[in-house]
């Protein structure tokens, strides 16, 4: 009807990375697959996107505009900063662990947990082991998605995904090439209510909760 509207859009790298595992697994021919690839990756451009989205997406359809001034981009454009350290011990952990894990162990391994798996592969004992204890697991897996987006890490379809390096990623950690990388956004939460608090079936809530 021309109103304004709300969009909301919510995604998880693993959604991607379930998408890849499907698009790999298909039986169609490879040149069908690398354009469905092609496709995820645009749309993982516009899930990561700092820069107006209305004109990445009407770009996309091959149409040029200027930034619309009503996005969450336009009207809170995203904060950077330099990341480069950081980036580094992320990047070399992946290398130096064999590109063989996941982004939850690879935290562990940066953040200097004491966990079974972390001793069992001897990575206690890696350089970068503890090296990021400053950061939290949230900064972390932050720091980790912007790397995938800006296509120094990728993560693999298999079944337990893990993060590998890309030939840009190890000419950055080889050339200590300043990586500048998006703050994340703080999102206010609603404070939690307590059952009572809320107009509910509280048995029915119970039950809920405990599945």
């Not at 490879?30 to 009407?58: P, S």
């Not at 296509?151 to 080889?174: C, H, I, N, W």
Request: aromatic share 6%; net charge neutral.
């Amino acid at each position: 009807d021309g109103a304004a509207a709300d969009a909301w859009m919510c995604y998880g790298l693993q959604d991607v990375v379930n998408q890849r595992r499907m698009i790999d697994e298909s039986p169609a021919g490879e040149e069908f697959k690398q354009g469905l690839r092609g496709k995820l990756d645009a749309l993982l451009g516009l899930a990561e996107a700092t820069d107006c989205r209305r004109v990445r997406l009407l770009a996309y359809f091959g149409e040029a505009s200027q930034p619309c001034g009503n996005c969450d981009n336009c009207l809170t454009p995203p904060a950077s900063w330099d990341a480069t350290i950081p980036a580094q011990k992320a990047l070399s952990c992946v290398y130096r662990s064999g590109q063989r894990f996941g982004v939850g162990h690879l935290i562990d391994v940066l953040r200097g947990s004491e966990n079974e798996k972390v001793k069992q592969q001897g990575h206690d004992k890696l350089s970068t082991y503890g090296i990021g204890s400053e950061l939290s697991r949230n900064e972390w897996s932050s720091i980790g998605r912007e790397l995938v987006r800006l296509g120094y890490l990728r993560q693999t379809s298999e079944q337990f995904s893990v993060l590998e390096m890309t030939p840009d990623g190890m000419t950055a950690l080889k050339d200590r090439r300043i990586i500048t990388l998006t703050k994340p956004m703080e999102r206010s939460r609603p404070k939690a209510e307590r059952v009572g608090d809320i107009d509910c079936d509280e048995l029915l809530f119970e039950k809920l909760r405990l599945l």
